[in-house]
Nanobody, 121 residues
Framework: QVQLVESGGGLVQPGGSLRLSCTAS????????MGWYRQAPGKQRELVAG???????NYADSVKGRFTISRDSAKNTVPLQMNRLEPEDTAVYYC???????????????WGQGTQVTVSS
């Protein structure tokens, strides 16, 4: 079993910054992929940014140039630096991880409980 613990959400004014962090713990063979999704009220959950085990990164178009995802493989942590935040970034942000329990198993997806980000003046 894998647990994902998120931190760093909160209230910030437009143009401000926040840093989210997600740490994966538990027993697993590999963390194939880690990323951040978000869900605003009345909308579907969408990918914000993700990073593979090899370091390949992808971003939603709406956050390119403002958000930066990185990965500390030694600590199984994925920070998300969010700059120049806009009211449209308001949502619950969820950490996501694709994990293999052992070298023979198929990948399994896990989700964190979510952290609220509110951008408002």
């Amino acid at each position: 079993q894998v647990q994902l613990v998120e931190s760093g959400g909160g209230l910030v004014q437009p143009g401000g910054s926040l840093r989210l962090s997600c740490t994966a713990s538990g027993r697993f063979f590999s963390l194939n992929y880690m990323g951040w999704y978000r869900q605003a009220p009345g909308k579907q959950r969408e990918l914000v940014a993700g990073i593979s085990e090899s370091g390949s990164i992808n971003y939603a178009d709406s956050v390119k140039g403002r958000f930066t995802i990185s990965r500390d493989s030694a600590k199984n942590t994925v920070p998300l630096q969010m700059n120049r935040l806009e009211p449209e970034d308001t949502a619950v942000y969820y950490c996501n991880a694709v994990v293999r329990g052992d070298y023979r198993s198929s990948p399994t997806t896990y989700w964190g409980q979510g952290t609220q980000v509110t951008v408002s003046s």
